[in-house]
């Protein structure tokens, strides 16, 4: 089974700072995609990046980007230019294929939840 | 565009009682979502339909959980009896399709079991 592990429970950083926020994850499959997902207290899940495990160069979203070692199945997403509004919990998620189909199922890992300081 | 939209926004209800959960996917959405989040946990997929037909139920309690996705629009999600363990927000979820499609995520339903 696939797993997927933030080991940081918890993280704070100044407004217009940069913020690395870690995730690993553990699969045997050559094919697969990467999620990071913002969730604000009104509790609605936002996608923030994604990520193609065939494709070499990290995906970019404006001040989001991640660094992706597919080697060390490691996923990090960096926050530039940290701002008040990106106070929330983001999550790490995990697609592969399933089966012999068009099957996909979305992974999550616990959860890191940034709180940007003014 | 619409989003996904649920409701309730909560719920709370006493141990063995039931509760019911509706979902409207984005329009033209073929595959529906249902994940329970509990308190300090990421999302868990419960259940997966694809059109009106189930593609992944295999972590939902099927003695007490069901789901139903009639027409292949809108959904339900019950538990009957409810345990104090089923607290929990209830989120739900559609893409345009079952491969890597962005998944579009509701408010989700908070349930409060006591």
């Known amino acids: 089974a696939q797993t997927v592990t933030q080991s940081q429970p918890e993280m704070s950083v100044q407004e217009a700072e940069t913020v690395t926020l870690s995730c690993t994850y553990d699969?045997?499959?050559?094919?697969?995609?990467l999620f990071w997902y913002k969730q604000p207290p009104s509790r609605q899940m936002i996608l923030v990046i994604r990520?193609?495990?065939?494709?070499?160069q990290n995906a970019t979203e404006n001040r989001f980007s991640v660094n992706f070692q597919k080697a060390a199945k490691s996923f990090s997403l960096k926050i530039s230019d940290s701002q008040l509004g990106d106070t929330a919990m983001y999550f790490c998620?995990?697609?592969?294929?399933?089966?012999?189909?068009?099957?996909?199922?979305?992974?999550f890992g616990k959860g890191t939840l940034l709180t940007v300081n003014p | 565009e619409a989003g996904v939209a649920q409701s309730p926004r909560y719920k709370i209800i006493e141990k063995r009682q039931s509760v019911a959960f509706w979902c409207n996917p984005i329009?033209?959405?073929?595959?529906l979502y249902w994940y329970q989040q509990i308190l300090g946990q990421g999302p868990k997929l419960l259940i997966q339909?694809?059109?009106?037909?189930?593609?992944?139920d295999s972590q939902l309690p099927k003695d007490r959980f069901s789901a139903e996705r009639l027409k292949g629009v809108d959904s339900t999600l019950k538990i009957q009896p409810a345990k104090l363990e089923d607290s929990a927000v209830y989120l739900c979820?559609?893409?345009?399709?079952?491969?890597?499609?962005?998944?579009?995520f509701g408010n989700g339903t908070r349930l409060t079991v006591t």
């Open positions: 329009s033209g959405h073929a595959t």
């Open positions: 339909f694809q059109n009106n037909g189930v593609v992944d």
């Open positions: 979820a559609s893409s345009i399709r079952v491969n890597n499609s962005p998944l579009h």
């Open positions: 990520q193609e495990a065939y494709k070499q």
């Open positions: 998620a995990f697609m592969k294929h399933r089966g012999g189909g068009s099957n996909y199922k979305l992974t």
């Open positions: 699969t045997s499959e050559n094919n697969y995609y």
